[in-house]
């Protein structure tokens, strides 16, 4: 009760009552092993930027965004030591969260909070737009139908001379999904870790068939000249590439949900640091393949503003629009589930952090007979759905991407912490090599220096963002924690 500031500000929670207490408070079982764990950190990363990014950080880099994606991987590589090294220890839901409440403290975990929700929020409404041009692809090779111009672009437009507005214009298709996602939500319709696995192979050989196809019309002279040349937006050498993999590193989230199962998992000591790393190599190898297939492709000029890019490369190589259609139909299918495990960890988040009184208590209340948080998936869903419908696509890639990567800054502060805390009595399992100040310190760094290749848009939002959520946490968050 009397507690001063700072002992507010970095209460913690137990780490003993995070594991030992979080699988009876839901009734959760250990059912899912190791492949299913995989899969389901395969499935929730690939689908969310991989269709879609090269359009947007190929004028950045030009050819060279294959490094962009390298130093991307190497990125989330780091930080997926960290987590490794956390979801044994902390192996319950709420993924970084958790591992904040349970190390660095109360403020900084409702700050790790704020970039979870904008992460999975604008991550689902960025999805989301991405699936509408898929849809237009396939719509057109399939029936020769095209969705009317107004009906599929947003009201607020990223162009060269800054913010557009565009009156009558709304994006319906993402609308559309989004309500489609929610009612299936509020029905308490759950994605099985089976399910998973099977969609997350037909994504896998729809890459397969890309990156076949597309080398069948590689052309080495598309790499010249490798680092982009200047034009005229300070996107030269490797500042590009710096922007580029700032922008790419969108399409490594999702490797965090393997952390969130920490719950569900069979011998989670083992296989959730297994997990998280497999699911690492796999999607770095599949994203490499797929750039370089692209850029032998198709010259870096073309990719700026190309909708549907994957798609459209297959038409131009093949010169026939089967295999347009299989690629999009794919991408439709594949882009649909993202979406809807993304609003739904988004409603778990919130839930976890209204659990514990950080937020309003309408976001942990369930409903009786579908057992599903009602208000909460609709607040969500009309927000994201919002964004979704009447925001340019360029402003959200990047929002993603900055709440990331703060997110994983925290998760590496929380590595040696931890380790002071628990001191000699350690629990035996998997750690970050060379210590617990070199990897964290590393994956710190590099997540700072993508944050340099962000725009001056990029940061003015996160400041208001981040504003919002701290007044937040002062006005209300700290003084109705169940920890005050």
Request: hydrophobic residues 50%; proline residues 5%; aromatic residues 10%.
């Amino acid at each position: 009760m009397n507690q001063t500031l700072v002992q507010k500000l970095t209460r913690t929670k137990p780490v003993v009552n995070t594991v030992e207490n979080a699988p009876s408070s839901n009734g959760l079982h250990r059912s899912i092993g190791l492949f299913p764990l995989t899969m389901i950190g395969v499935g929730a990363t690939i689908g969310t930027g991989i269709f879609f990014t090269m359009v947007e950080a190929v004028p950045k880099a030009g050819p060279s965004v294959i490094l962009s994606f390298l130093i991307a991987a190497i990125t989330a590589g780091l930080t997926a030591l960290c987590y490794a090294e956390l979801s044994f220890r902390i192996p319950a839901s709420g993924s970084s969260y958790s591992f904040a409440y349970a190390t660095v403290g109360e403020f900084l975990a409702f700050i790790m909070a704020a970039c979870l929700l904008l992460e999975y929020g604008l991550a689902a409404s960025a999805t989301a737009i991405g699936w509408s041009d898929y849809l237009n692809n396939f719509l057109n090779n399939a029936f020769g139908w095209h969705i009317p111009e107004m009906l599929r672009s947003p009201m607020i437009v990223s162009t060269a001379h800054g913010i557009e507005l565009r009156g009558g214009h709304i994006n319906l298709p993402p609308i559309l999904l989004v309500c489609l996602c929610c009612v299936l939500l509020i029905r308490g319709t759950k994605e099985s870790a089976t399910t998973n696995a099977i969609m997350v192979m037909i994504k896998l050989a729809i890459l397969i068939f890309f990156v076949v196809i597309a080398f069948s019309g590689f052309d080495i002279n598309n790499f010249h000249p490798f680092f982009s040349p200047d034009n005229g937006v300070h996107y030269t050498g490797m500042a590009g590439v710096t922007a580029a993999a700032a922008t790419v590193f969108f399409s490594f989230i999702g490797l965090d949900t393997v952390a969130t199962a920490g719950e569900e998992v069979r011998n989670p000591t083992r296989n959730l640091p297994i997990g998280i790393l497999s699911a690492l190599g796999i999607v770095t190898v599949f994203y490499m393949l797929v750039a370089v297939a692209a850029m032998g492709a198709q010259p870096a000029h073309k990719f700026a503003g190309q909708e549907a890019g994957l798609a459209v490369i297959l038409q131009n190589v093949t010169g026939k629009t089967w295999p347009a259609l299989v690629l999009a139909a794919g991408a439709v299918i594949s882009v649909f589930s993202v979406t809807l495990v993304t609003i739904y960890g988004q409603t778990r988040i919130l839930y976890a952090i209204s659990k514990d009184g950080l937020i309003s208590p309408a976001f942990k209340k369930v409903n009786a007979r579908t057992a599903s948080p009602v208000q909460n998936t609709l607040i969500v869903s009309i927000v994201v759905g919002l964004v979704a419908g009447f925001v340019d696509a360029t402003f959200l890639w990047d929002m993603v991407s900055m709440g990331t990567l703060t997110a994983f800054i925290v998760v590496s502060l929380a590595v040696p912490v931890m380790r002071a805390k628990e001191g000699a009595s350690a629990v035996k399992g998997f750690r970050v090599p060379f210590g617990p100040y070199v990897v964290p310190g590393l994956s710190i760094s590099a997540c700072l220096y993508l944050m340099f290749g962000l725009s001056m848009t990029t940061y003015t939002i996160f400041i208001i963002w981040m504003t919002a959520a701290i007044l937040t946490y002062f006005l209300y968050g700290m003084r109705n924690s169940r920890l005050n």
